[in-house]
């Protein structure tokens, strides 16, 4: 069982940027592609974005592509994702996953985190 810790939240300006940061408890992630999701108020979750174990795959939706980036560092084991250039749009609950490779945590994640709220004023 993996347990996913996100943190990194917050409330910013439109054009603001943010990090978060997902790491897990008690286990080593090193081996899963992590992604991120998100949901906001009345909306089902949606992928924003994937990374494969070893990083060197990523994965992103359109809406944020070249805005956000996603990251890790095996070494700290920790996944982070950069988002910049914020929009009110982006406001969400984020979760972070793990899975087997990129198509599998996209589309049926073996693992959540708890989310962490995201909030973008305008």
Not at 29 to 54: D, H, L, N
Not at 107 to 113: E, F, I, K, L, V
Request: glycine share 14%; hydrophobic share 35%.
């Amino acid at each position: 069982q993996v347990q996913l810790v996100g943190s990194g939240g917050g409330l910013v300006q439109a054009g603001g940027s943010l990090r978060l940061s997902c790491a897990p408890s008690g286990r080593t992630v090193s081996t899963y592609a992590m992604g991120w999701f998100r949901q906001a108020p009345g909306k089902e979750r949606e992928f924003v974005a994937a990374i494969s174990s070893g990083g060197s795959i990523t994965n992103y939706a359109g809406s944020v592509r070249g805005r956000f980036t996603i990251s890790r560092d095996n070494g700290e084991n920790t996944v982070y994702l950069q988002m910049n250039s914020l929009k009110p749009e982006d406001t969400a609950v984020y979760y972070c996953a793990a899975g087997r490779n990129t198509m599998a945590v996209k589309d049926a994640p073996d693992y959540w985190g708890q989310g962490t709220q995201v909030t973008v004023s305008s």
